[in-house]
Nanobody, 125 residues
């Protein structure tokens, strides 16, 4: 699976951005898709994830720091996962990565098998 993230940019505090992550391959729906971020000098941290079940749809998971502000979604027909980010804060500034996993802890970077290249989000105060 190859992943290509896009949509980052510069936004003011309180603004919104929508990140996209396009995946190659025909088994996209089998993967749980995650978003992580890494600020300068900090470790990569979990942001959100979405799994998929053909009989019950998608399950979503969020870090406490973004709950209520960010929304993760996926379109399996387009092999794409999205991260809608609202009410952005300066502390959201980071490089955002999308990742794909078949199993494991949804919040642990080590459980993800494939990673995109990252897209920079900068929130100005």
């Amino acid at each position: 699976v190859q992943l290509q993230a896009s949509g980052g940019g510069l936004v003011q505090t309180g603004g919104s951005l929508r990140l996209s992550c396009a995946a190659s391959g025909r088994t996209f729906s089998s993967y749980r898709m995650g978003w992580f971020r890494q600020a300068p000098g900090k470790e990569r941290e979990f942001v959100a994830a979405i799994s998929w079940s053909s009989w019950s749809g998608g399950y979503t998971y969020y870090a406490d720091s973004v709950k209520g502000r960010f929304t993760v979604s996926r379109d399996n027909t387009k092999n794409t996962v999205y991260l809608q980010m609202n009410s952005l804060k300066p502390e959201d500034t980071a490089v955002y990565f999308c990742a794909a996993a078949l199993r494991g802890d949804y919040s642990a970077p080590r459980e993800y098998d494939f990673w995109g290249q990252g897209t920079l989000v900068t929130v100005s105060s």
